[in-house]
Every structure is written in structure tokens, then in C-alpha cells.
């Protein structure tokens, strides 16, 4: 199961982008719901490593599940 980048609770660190060894975390377009830059994790490419939850510094931007609807506003 993969993880969720919750995309109104990220403020588009990028920190998980530099650590992802599959390269599965996209930007987002626009802005989010807080005005920030925001990325998002394809899950179709996501191994489930737990490293991106293990690197953000945002406090609950990253769920350990699979829940697309957190995930609003990527193509």
C-alpha cells in the first residue's frame, strides 16, 4: 500500500522529492488549499519505502496509506 502526500497540509518542502529512490513524487499544480507548492505521490510507481514519511518536516503531510481523495488537485 502506498503512502499519501496530504496536499493541504503540505508546504512543498521537497524534501521527500530529494529522498524518493523511485522518483514517484510529483509536483502538484497551482497552489494549495494554504497558498503553498505541493507535491503528490503516483501510486501506480510508488514502492512503499516509508522514506518520504520518514524526511518531511511538515507534521502530517504524509499518511503511511493509500488515500487518493487527500491528494486533491494533481493531474
Known amino acids: 500500500m502506498a503512502h499519501t ?3 493541504d497540509i503540505c ?8 529522498a524518493c529512490p523511485v522518483a514517484c513524487i510529483q509536483p502538484g499544480q497551482g497552489k494549495n488549499k494554504k ?7 503516483n ?6 519505502c516509508g522514506i518520504c514519511l ?9 499518511i503511511p ?3 487518493a481523495d487527500l491528494q486533491i ?3
Open 73 to 75: 488537485g494533481y493531474k
Open 35 to 41: 497558498g503553498t507548492d505541493f507535491y503528490w505521490i
Open 11 to 18: 508546504e512543498g518542502v521537497a524534501d521527500c522529492v530529494d
Open 43 to 48: 501510486f501506480d510507481t510508488c514502492i512503499d
Open 65 to 67: 496509506e493509500e488515500c
Open 54 to 62: 520518514q524526511v518531511c518536516p511538515v507534521n502530517g503531510a504524509i
Open 5 to 7: 502526500i496530504v496536499t
